[in-house]
């Protein structure tokens, strides 16, 4: 295993695989394929792993074929010692001399920003896979050389790899580089108060590169700093951050008409998140959606939940710097860009809370009960999501914020291994206990199998004493506030 540098904050999964495909024992060439979006740290990882390992480290821009034919030269030659840069005729040229080099232990080759090759060079992944072909085991070739190739267009690389894309067959590591969880976040962005945490985690999510690039260091100090440090980061027209909600959806190659694309996202952080219910607050069809719903889905910035008990699906913004923009930003646009950022947050703060912050803590509470709430549910985890539980005497139902289910069987009844309601800015009491109740014994004459489910109220402001009385009796009553969410 190679050593992960002490500058590198946390990762530990994700460097355990960049070091164990660098550093292999096997003497086949191997190929790996790093995608995430803008923002995560990518980069950093992979120039860490490149001094780490003494491999080549290529960044590419923009340019035409020739022109970064001779930057690739020129940096390999840098790399090597070369006072003078190397000239290849093509990139089949350039790939043979690379992996023709003496070499006495696996030494990677790392190709960053992909696509922007790809685009001057269409071919360039059928020469890999070539290549690699001939320098594999299939061939009994002899070249340790790793390959990785990294990208941002979370879209093209995963044209990269699907159906018969030419390196599909090739890959030893498909490793996607996603923001950092919101406790390694709070932990990230040095912020002790749970609650605090939350709310910036709400804005920014957990991208690193929204901490000290975007902001220019700047940090709230305190819970009762939240929205100096809004108006003074995010909201304000100086910062690379304002902008950034907008910009996140331009770098997207495969988005043409943005304005359609920032509709849609408008629309599910306004709340409407069934695809029916899209098309009526944006004025199109249903079928006009299908395609721009795609393309969100596939670039990682909007993610289809399904219903855990109904067969409905609802639609979510992963990335909560595009949420703010679109729930907040937009809407306050003109006023922002004549640095009225005060006053326009004054204006949106309510929304801010009501449209993003309940739901964001739902999120939170799902991610909660996935990653760190394992001992308290019996039983292991195959499934958290929101879910709809149908009252048969009416036509209400019972809304659950999160759901744990156990992993499907056939056969079995379905685990239920808790239900949970989740309120950012409520005061949680017996009659909302009363409800988890109700939605378990329905489920149960449903068929689910309900005999070890936990009942979970999640709450940013707390619980009332008789709902604290009814946990310390019964240990299926389970109640977590933001220090235990926040472990």
């Known amino acids: 295993m190679v050593v992960k540098p002490g500058y590198v904050f946390g990762r530990d999964r994700e460097w355990e695989a960049l070091s164990s495909f660098a550093g292999g024992t096997r003497a086949e060439m191997a190929f790996g394929v790093v995608s995430g979006r803008p923002r995560q740290g990518k980069t950093f990882l992979l120039r860490a792993l490149a001094e780490a390992t003494g491999g080549f480290y ?8 020739i ?23 093509g990139w089949r040229d350039a790939m043979e001399f690379f992996f023709s080099l003496p070499k006495d232990r696996p030494l990677p080759l790392i190709i960053d920003e992909f696509p922007y090759l790809l685009k001057a060079e269409p071919a360039l992944s059928s020469i890999l896979k070539q290549e690699i072909g001939m320098l594999g085991r299939p061939y009994w070739g002899s070249s340790p050389a790793r390959v990785l190739i990294c990208g941002s267009a979370v879209s093209v690389m995963g044209e990269i790899l699907s159906g018969q894309a030419p390196p599909r067959g090739r890959t030893w590591l498909e490793l996607l580089v996603q923001p950092l969880d919101f406790r390694e976040a709070a932990r990230f962005w040095g912020i002790s108060d749970p609650r605090l945490a939350a709310l910036v985690h709400a804005v920014v999510g957990g ?12 940090l709230p100090a305190s819970l009762e700093d939240f929205d100096g ?6 909201l304000n027209r100086h910062t690379s951050l304002f902008r950034e909600g907008r910009y996140l959806l331009a770098e997207e190659s495969d988005i043409r008409d943005c304005a359609l694309y920032h509709s849609v996202l408008a629309a599910v952080a306004g709340g409407s998140r069934t695809r029916g219910e899209i098309a009526g607050h944006i004025g199109h069809e249903f079928s006009d959606l299908a395609h721009p719903i795609s393309v969100l889905e596939d670039c990682g910035l909007l993610v289809k939940e399904k219903d855990a008990f109904e067969s409905v699906s609802r639609y979510r913004i992963t990335e909560p710097l595009i949420s703010f923009y679109q729930a907040v930003m937009r809407p ?3 006023d922002l ?3 009225r950022a005060r006053e326009a947050w004054e204006r949106s703060r309510q929304r801010f809370l009501s449209m993003i912050m309940e739901s964001h803590f739902q999120t939170l509470c799902r991610e909660f009960a996935l990653r760190h709430a394992s001992e308290a549910f019996t039983g292991s985890v195959g499934e958290v999501a929101p879910g709809t539980v149908a009252i048969p005497s009416s036509r209400k ?3 659950v914020d999160v759901a744990v289910l156990g992993p499907a069987s056939p056969n079995e009844p379905r685990a239920v291994r808790s239900l949970g309601e989740a309120k950012w800015d409520e005061v949680l009491g017996i009659g909302h206990l009363q409800r988890l109740r109700r939605a378990r014994d329905l489920l149960a004459a449903k068929g689910y199998d309900t005999s070890r489910t936990v009942l979970a109220c999640y709450s940013g402001a707390g619980f009332d004493e008789r709902l604290q009385a009814e946990a310390r009796k019964d240990s299926r009553v389970l109640l ?3 220090p235990t969410l926040y472990g």
Do not use: C, N
């Open 397 to 399: 139902r019972i809304q």
């Open 229 to 234: 440090w809004v108006v003074r980061t995010v």
């Open 332 to 334: 306050e646009w003109t």
């Open 337 to 339: 860009g004549m640095g």
């Open 207 to 218: 991208t690193p590169a929204y901490r000290d690039e975007l902001t220019a260091g700047g």
């Open 480 to 482: 977590v506030d933001l």
């Open 67 to 89: 022109d970064l034919l001779r930057l690739f030269g020129a940096a390999l030659a840098r790399h090597l010692g070369s006072p003078v840069g190397y000239s290849f005729v």
């Open 58 to 65: 290529f960044g590419a821009t923009e340019g035409t074929k």
